[in-house]
């Protein structure tokens, strides 16, 4: 099923129920599953390409929606692991139709594992192209642990936005982690701010620029990751960076090579 749900509690007045049967003041939902098919699946393209959110004939606004400890699954191809988002606090507020919503949330990450908190507006919803659906807000990182990502370590804090429609997302901010380790190597500090543009719709991913720094040193990347399977396209570049700094992020021990280095390198 697209969702399951354990319980469900209607609060309002007596007076609205009255004067006003399609104004509701909150609805809480105990026990909310839902599951998204994989993309390109039978499944996926009736659930949302084949107009099944229609509107109604007859309309119900809705003031807050309350749907605490939330399961939300991502299912892939195969016999591989959903993606699972839990969401301990969900509160989506002005549901009418025709409007756009908004939503604030706290987020369980599961990889790299952490909390995300965020917030900010969706639609109004367009029943025929949900692709075409606006969206936009806020979202913060808290503490993820990237040891839970093969190769990596160190804990990871980033703030930023997001924009667009659920076809082309354009997120963008800033990540700072002060411990990063790849496999072995030395500990160091990485800044980064980013700006990738996301469709919602397939996956695609595209990196429109990032800068990363460690010290005072500039590495710049711009990118994409398209297609199933995924196709890897990513430039890097730096220049007059401390070739001994560089080599700290991925050598175990002390660099024996010092001064500055320049390159642009392509990757696919």
Same mark, same amino acid.
């Given at each position: 099923?697209?969702?399951?749900?354990?319980?469900?509690?209607?609060?309002?007045?007596?007076?609205?129920? $009255?004067?006003?049967?399609?104004?509701?003041?909150e609805i809480r939902?105990? @026990?909310?599953?839902?599951?998204?098919?994989?993309?390109?699946?039978?499944?996926?393209?009736?659930?949302?390409?084949?107009?099944?959110?229609?509107?109604?004939?007859?309309?119900?606004?809705?003031?807050?929606?309350?749907?605490?400890?939330?399961?939300?699954?991502?299912?892939?191809?195969?016999?591989?692991?959903?993606?699972?988002?839990?969401?301990?606090?969900?509160?989506?507020?002005? $549901?009418?139709?025709?409007?756009?919503?908004?939503?604030?949330?706290?987020?369980?990450?599961?990889?790299?594992?952490?909390?995300?908190?965020?917030?900010?507006?969706v639609g109004p919803?367009?029943?025929?192209?949900?692709?075409?659906?606006?969206?936009?807000?806020?979202?913060?990182?808290?503490?993820?642990?990237?040891?839970?990502?093969?190769?990596?370590? @160190?804990?990871?804090?980033?703030?930023?936005?997001?924009?667009?429609?659920?076809?082309?997302?354009?997120?963008?901010?800033?990540?700072?982690?002060?411990?990063?380790?790849?496999?072995?190597?030395? !500990?160091?500090?990485?800044?980064?701010?980013?700006?990738?543009?996301?469709?919602?719709?397939?996956?695609?991913?595209?990196?429109?620029?990032?800068?990363?720094?460690?010290?005072?040193?500039?590495?710049?990347?711009? @990118?994409? $990751?398209?297609?199933?399977?995924?196709?890897?396209?990513?430039?890097?570049?730096?220049?007059?960076?401390?070739?001994?700094?560089?080599?700290?992020?991925?050598?175990?021990?002390?660099?024996?090579?010092?001064?500055?280095?320049?390159?642009? !390198?392509?990757?696919?």
């Amino acid at each position: 099923p697209l969702a399951t749900l354990d319980h469900m509690t209607v609060v309002g007045s007596w007076t609205n129920l $009255v004067f006003h049967p399609h104004e509701l003041y909150e609805i809480r939902l105990g @026990g909310l599953h839902v599951r998204i098919p994989p993309p390109g699946t039978k499944a996926r393209t009736q659930d949302f390409n084949g107009n099944v959110i229609a509107p109604s004939e007859q309309t119900i606004a809705i003031e807050t929606i309350v749907a605490d400890g939330t399961t939300l699954d991502f299912l892939a191809s195969g016999s591989a692991p959903p993606l699972r988002l839990q969401f301990p606090k969900l509160q989506i507020h002005n $549901v009418h139709q025709g409007q756009p919503l908004s939503f604030t949330a706290r987020v369980l990450m599961p990889k790299p594992q952490g909390i995300v908190l965020a917030n900010g507006s969706v639609g109004p919803f367009r029943t025929n192209d949900y692709g075409a659906t606006p969206l936009s807000g806020n979202y913060s990182l808290q503490d993820a642990d990237l040891s839970k990502v093969h190769g990596i370590a @160190g804990h990871a804090s980033a703030s930023g936005g997001y924009k667009g429609t659920f076809s082309g997302i354009e997120t963008f901010g800033k990540v700072v982690i002060p411990d990063f380790r790849a496999a072995s190597a030395h !500990a160091v500090q990485l800044d980064a701010a980013y700006r990738v543009l996301v469709n919602g719709v397939n996956g695609d991913l595209r990196i429109q620029n990032t800068e990363v720094r460690t010290g005072h040193n500039l590495i710049t990347a711009s @990118g994409s $990751v398209v297609g199933k399977p995924n196709k890897v396209n990513l430039t890097i570049a730096t220049k007059d960076s401390r070739v001994e700094d560089l080599l700290k992020i991925v050598e175990h021990d002390e660099p024996s090579v010092v001064g500055k280095v320049s390159f642009h !390198a392509a990757l696919n």
